[in-house]
């Protein structure tokens, strides 16, 4: 476990090391009214989460004190929702009915001791009775009622005698308190009505506040754990444990913020809603935040843990960005799953001058990831590509295939359209195209440049599937009803197309689709004859984000306040996130040097200055998070030597071949230390790279004469032994030599 403990494992460590308790329990205690979102996942990642990190155990208690609402159907799904995040609850499964004959034992207890009344006003005078919060309130008549009248009263209003709302049962506590919650609260209620686990043994049912405190005792929980609303119920908790003497140890409850996340809703209520009124396809709509429709959207368990780990616990509410849970997905699925080729738009392609068929080596996964596999992608002369992946008036910057630029085919050829065909309206319904036989990707001697490569299907081999394309379920960051449902939010591709290998897979995988973004087999439509993918999530945030420079919220300055420690990472606020994703969709840095730059301000700030001087963002980025950083762990800014135009013109530098990059660092420490500018530095004490072939050749010539029994080891197979004459020729020159040039050239002479 991490360093920084969150303040729940802070007072549950305190607790165990004073001796409070020896061991810790925990609950869950949802009330089975709907299905889980993931607001439930960040509370069972708590409370399970505590519980495995303290060899506890952790209860899974469903608290269902209110019989209309609730359904086993619901229980079922909770029940779900924490198996697959990978807990397990202790013992079976808990139901706070099952105290109902305990809790009402505890309730003539109260009464007897005094501590509780049957109050029988209309609800309109008891809630004019409860005052305000500057004016205290006034107690019922009823509160006078002897304890013999109360017991009998009591004992009707459980037999049933009475009709809802006729009498309730109620604490009496102190009706001038500032704590509005303890003006004698209620703790029973009449209700007639069915319950799906007692049936209709009850006509009276426990208020949550004298119901959860004595379930959590009599589970024997230590730490009652719930969200920031219960913050003032905390007094009536403790009221009713203290007043009913109970022997020790009790539970004591402490309070966490709710999550909330932007563009959907999260209460259980609406999405009731979105439900019965069909807005949606059931619970496990893939558009909703429950766990059952994040689950059959592709997301992971693993991915959903992450999320609620990343953003932290925090004691103020806060609405975390949609777009760090999709963050947290998409860096999941990144180095888990096969890249495959699938298109949703078809547009076909004849290559006139390609005959019979073939089958092409694809690797599942890029370079950069350390799995391996691969799979054949079959080849023939008519292929179908991305309808936009082809432009007849290709705006400024367009990369793909126009009538001009050829373009690559993924894992295959070089292609370059001949002829567009069209109906007679004008649609684009064919291209000829002509393929280049030694552009063959992995082999390619062709010489072309393309500036893209391009996913396609064989249209002899390829499958239709059904993709279903998921948008956010409002149309604005935070929905007030459902007018503010986005009406896009699901699209239904039919006759999309997919390279055959694809289908060979075990249904429950997911894939990327190159270019498109990350796919999962829907759990239930999905056929043989009716293959159906969900889109899980898009290969980078595409919505952009109006308001970047908005105030992190309260939570996130909070946790920014903490230091970070090695091999820990905290969670990004919302403004250091979209920074993050800027540099890594829009500027290319890769996730390291993006997340250095994006979590310190004074960095970031002074990124972006120096790009203002000269637009390299990679080389830029790599001084800052590697050089720059450096001086800022030492000096404040204002006592820099530099600013941020001196490293864009030392970027510069690096970029045209000026200096290496290994110079560049020397340059930068002088820098560091006189304020002088790079080329001035570079001048001065001549560390000019040497690019010039004619200079570096008879280094190199030397080098060789002198190692000549290097030399034949090389030869014989040695090729380790390449990077030792390169390394000479730097050392020779003082790291002025241009690497790539010493490469090239002591390869032509070792041949
Ligand atoms: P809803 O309004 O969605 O029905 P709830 O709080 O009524 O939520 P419960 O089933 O009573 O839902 O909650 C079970 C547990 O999950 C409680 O401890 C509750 O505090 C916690 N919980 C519910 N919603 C969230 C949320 N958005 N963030 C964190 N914890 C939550
Ligand atoms: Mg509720």
Redesign the pocket.
Known sequence: MSEHKDFLRTIVEKDLKSGKYNRIITR????P??FP?I??A??IAINFGIARDYNGYCNLRM?DTNPTTEDTRYVEALKDAVEWLGFAWNGDVRYTSDYFDKLYEWAIELVKMGKAYVDSLDEETMREYRGTVTEAGRRSKYAERSVEENLDLLERMKKGEFKDGEHVLRAKIDMGAANMKMRDPLLYRIRHAYHYRAGDTWAIYPMYDFGHCLSDYIEGVTHS???LEFENNRDIYDWILETLKLEPPRPYQHEFA???INYTV????KLLELVEGKYVNGWDDPRLPTIAGLRRRGYTPESILNFCDTIGIAKANSTVDVAQLEFCIRDDLNTKVPRVMCVLDPLKVTIANYEGSEELDAPYYPEDIPKEGSRKVPFSKEIYIEREDFSENPPKGYYRLTPEQPVRLRHGYIITCKEIIKDTEGNITEIIAEYHPNSKSGSDTSGIKVKSAIQWVDAASAKKVEVRLYDRLYSCENPEGLEDLNPDSLKIVKDALIEPAVLLEKPDVRFQFERQGYFFADPIDYTDANPVYNKIVGLKDSWNKKETQKEPATQAKAQTKKVQTEGETLPMSERELALFTKYTAELKLNNMVADILARDEKLSSFYEEALLANNAPVTIANLVANEVAREFKEKERDALMFNGSQIAELAKMIDNGTISNKIAKEVFEEMAKSGENPSKIVETKGLVQISDAAVLEPIIDEIISKNQENVEKFKAGNTKLFGFFVGQVLKATDGKANPQVVNELVAQKLK
């Open positions: 869950f205690p949802p009330e009214n709907g979102h607001g439930h960040k509370s608290d754990i719930c969200t709710r999550l909330g999260m209460s259980k209520r």
